[in-house]
């Protein structure tokens, strides 16, 4: 319930600048606004707003991911759906909190995809409080309040643009912004009054992919095959295991691309469902015979100004056919519906990869993706972090009984490190922050550390051979944890781990918590049920070490790669004693350095750290306080805060703490600020 004294407030303003506006006072003026519909993320300029402000905007927006936001900047951002898919609009104070809009008022804080839609974000810092404002009526509020000044990211949650950002086909058809709060009636005259804007062409790169998949499937899935439309190419490589009578590569309900057409004819084949099944005809020297348990790269490509579809095999013409189909938006790949029940791949398949095109490719761009499909085994070895398919473990949401299988030989990195995980969930070898035990996170809600009751430790184990298992006991509503084939403990609570997942990190990002360099992930499996621990100890007994696909080369010390290393330099993170450096002082750093992950550190302790490249890759100099704030220099002076790779350089940050900043210089030239300051002293990494 919103504070009544608050609410009073808040009426009085309001009322006062309905009097102002109608007392024959001039209407508001936007101090920054545009009208030009933008259809992807850029930064654009909100001009100088210290104070009250008044954000609005006319889009259709498109669902992202598990958030998707209207502007921000590095501190805060505006959400047309709070993270992690609430469903709700919101603004996020990063590292902080993620507020969402409490109803109140006509209209519905709830988030709306593909519609038209205005918005109004009525900054209030005088009452301490944020309004917004859906099609101009009064839709909700937050006891909060953000700063959204000058040069920001719009369709974007960050200036690096890369965060949080509107799925394709969003456009801000416009925008504006006020140095006060706006009443109700601007307001409502506001939305009232807005139309579309001109939207402009995007010209297409005809081989540019439009779709195409992040990982390998093991089973059955549905995808997003994009927009397309006039003629089209759809590439796949896989190893298929017949199915039944007729196996499919891809389809919806209206149409399949068929590996085996039906009735085991024995040939590639495209079937309009309830009018025909089509067989490809031969032609040129590839062969248009199904190719069961061995790699194969496949294009057909659905040519509408010859009306014909042709089929080539591993880069070569093997046929084509009097036909044309139309496969677009959601669509099913290892089966033939979206049911995913119909001509399924057996058991076994693997679908390494697939992508989609918006044109017909000519034969020698599709022999040159034929020749750089890449084959694999998805369940391992794996030297450094990937996306996998654990396949559907869950029924409606909610989570079955499994029991999940790793082998692998941990490097530390951070102060987490993961065997596996979504955006939702992490198995933990090592618990947040640095406990030193095995442990489950649910992001956002909690860190669980497996509790001792075994035969053998729940400590975290690097740099050696481990065989782990997690039995997942639904039932029982607890998660058993087995090291070696030892019960070592147990959660009093349950993951959800299904579908994509990576390994060796805890996010699909692929950036949160990784293992370190040099670590192996033998392999991963999952199990259905809950396995007993007998079965646990054979899987043990079984357990083998694959040789990596991708092993690091040794260096040759005759014919070193990289810069040459210096006596006493340092070639690994290493823990060194910064002396005494509480109060003023600066820290000089000379390096070259090599882009790691989403976020690479020159140096920090567990509360602090001095960033070469500002999370998430955004490509500047900053500094981090854990748990609070990522800072990013800003330019001033004839430097460069841009972040610095694989070449010599000198850096300096100097920790003013009597005038409250800190500035950077690099290669002995001022670059940037920032008003704020660190605190590394002592033992450092």
């Known amino acids: 319930?919103?504070?009544?004294?608050?609410?009073?407030?808040?009426?009085?303003?309001?009322?006062?600048?309905?009097?102002?506006?109608?007392?024959?006072?001039?209407?508001?003026?936007?101090?920054?606004?545009?009208?030009?519909?933008?259809?992807?993320?850029?930064?654009?300029d909100f001009g100088d707003l210290p104070g009250d402000s008044t954000y609005t905007f006319f889009l259709n927006g498109v669902k992202g991911g598990g958030s998707t936001a209207i502007a921000g900047n590095d501190a805060f951002a505006l959400k047309l759906d709070q993270w992690n898919n609430t469903g709700k609009i919101g603004f996020t104070e990063f590292g902080v909190v993620d507020y969402v809009f409490e109803p109140w008022g006509q209209g519905s804080p709830e988030t709306v995809f593909e519609e038209n839609l205005h918005l109004t974000f009525v900054n209030n810092k005088t009452v301490g409080e944020v309004l917004i404002y859906v099609d101009g009526e009064l839709a909700g509020y937050v006891d909060a309040n953000f700063d959204l000044s000058g040069e920001s990211g719009i369709m974007a949650a960050r200036m690096s643009l890369e965060t949080d950002v509107m799925g394709e086909g969003s456009v801000i058809y416009s925008w504006a912004s006020y140095d006060q709060v706006l009443d109700e009636d601007t307001i409502r005259e506001l939305?009232?009054?807005?139309?579309?804007?001109?939207?402009?062409?995007?010209?297409?790169?005809?081989?540019?992919?439009?779709?195409?998949?992040?990982?390998?499937?093991?089973?059955?899935?549905?995808?997003?095959?994009?927009?397309?439309?006039?003629?089209?190419?759809?590439?796949?490589?896989?190893?298929?295991?017949?199915?039944?009578?007729?196996?499919?590569?891809?389809?919806?309900?209206?149409?399949?691309?068929?590996?085996?057409?039906?009735n085991e004819q024995g040939v590639f084949g495209l079937t309009e469902f309830g009018v025909a099944d089509h067989v490809f005809e031969p032609v040129g020297e590839g062969s248009t015979s199904s190719v069961f348990d061995e790699n194969v790269h496949v294009a057909y490509v659905n040519d509408l100004e010859l009306g014909e579809t042709r089929l080539y095999v591993n880069g070569t013409l093997a046929g084509n056919l009097a036909a044309n189909f139309e496969l677009t938006g959601e669509a099913g790949v290892m089966a033939a519906r979206l049911s995913l029940n119909t001509d399924p791949m057996a058991n076994g398949s693997i679908m390494y990869n697939w992508a989609t095109y918006n044109s017909a490719l000519s034969d020698e761009a599709i022999a040159a993706l034929a020749s750089e499909a890449v084959y694999y085994d998805p369940t391992g070895p794996h030297t450094s972090p990937i996306v996998v398919d654990f396949g559907p473990l869950s029924v409606e949401g909610l989570p079955e009984p499994y029991t999940f299988e790793f082998f692998f030989n941990a490097q530390k990195a951070g102060v987490s490190t993961a065997i596996a995980g979504d955006d939702s969930w992490a198995l933990k070898l090592d618990q947040w922050n640095e406990q030193g035990v095995?442990?489950?996170?649910?992001?956002?809600?909690?860190?669980?550390?497996?509790?001792?009751?075994?035969?053998?430790?729940?400590?975290?184990?690097?740099?050696?051979?481990?065989?782990?298992?997690?039995?997942?006991?639904?039932?029982?509503?607890?998660?058993?944890l087995f090291i070696n084939g030892e019960y070592a403990g147990?959660?009093?609570?349950?993951?959800?781990?299904?579908?994509?997942?990576?390994?060796?990190?805890?996010?699909?990002?692929?950036?949160?918590?990784?293992?370190?360099?040099?670590?192996?992930?033998?392999?991963?499996?999952?199990?259905?049920?809950?396995?007993?621990?007998?079965?646990?100890?054979?899987?043990?007994?079984?357990?083998?070490?694959?040789?990596?696909?991708?092993?690091?080369?040794?260096?040759?010390?005759?014919?070193?790669?990289?810069?040459?290393?210096?006596?006493?330099?340092?070639?690994?993170?290493?823990?060194?004693?910064?002396?005494?450096?509480?109060?003023?002082?600066?820290?000089?750093?000379?390096f070259n350095a090599i882009k790691a992950g989403a976020s690479t550190a020159i140096a920090g302790n567990d509360s602090w750290a001095l960033k070469l490249d500002q999370w998430n890759e955004q490509g500047v100099f900053g500094m981090t306080e854990f748990g609070v704030m990522d800072y990013i220099f800003e330019p001033e002076g004839p430097g460069d805060t841009s972040s610095i790779f694989e070449e010599d350089v000198h850096v300096v940050f100097v920790n003013d703490v009597s005038n409250g900043e800190t500035r950077l210089y690099v290669n002995g030239l001022y670059a940037g600020y920032f008003e704020a300051n660190f605190m590394l002293s002592g033992e450092t990494a």
């Not at 499919?248 to 085996?260: E, F, H, R």
């Not at 053998?456 to 039995?471: K, M």
Request: glycine share 6%.
């Open 1 to 44: 319930m919103k504070n009544p004294l608050k609410e009073i407030a808040s009426t009085l303003l309001t009322v006062c600048a309905y009097l102002y506006s109608s007392s024959g006072a001039e209407a508001a003026e936007p101090i920054a606004s545009s009208d030009g519909a933008i259809i992807e993320p850029q930064i654009i």
């Open 191 to 262: 939305a009232d009054t807005a139309v579309p804007t001109e939207v402009p062409e995007i010209e297409v790169d005809p081989g540019e992919v439009i779709a195409s998949s992040f990982y390998a499937h093991l089973n059955p899935t549905l995808v997003d095959f994009g927009e397309l439309s006039e003629s089209t190419t759809y590439v796949f490589s896989f190893k298929a295991a017949k199915g039944g009578a007729s196996t499919a590569i891809a389809g919806n309900d209206s149409v399949a691309l068929k590996l085996d057409q039906w």
């Open 438 to 480: 095995f442990g489950i996170t649910e992001f956002g809600v909690m860190d669980y550390v497996f509790e001792v009751d075994g035969q053998t430790s729940v400590e975290s184990v690097f740099e050696e051979d481990v065989h782990v298992v997690i039995v997942n006991d639904v039932d029982l509503e607890e998660c058993r």
């Open 490 to 590: 147990y959660i009093y609570a349950n993951f959800n781990l299904s579908g994509p997942t990576a390994v060796m990190a805890a996010r699909l990002n692929l950036g949160t918590d990784p293992m370190g360099e040099g670590s192996v992930l033998y392999y991963w499996d999952t199990h259905a049920g809950v396995l007993s621990q007998e079965q646990i100890k054979s899987l043990y007994a079984n357990a083998e070490i694959r040789d990596p696909v991708d092993p690091v080369d040794p260096v040759d010390p005759v014919d070193p790669t990289g810069p040459e290393v210096p006596d006493g330099a340092l070639v690994e993170p290493t823990l060194v004693d910064l002396g005494d450096a509480s109060v003023d002082s600066s820290l000089e750093f000379s």
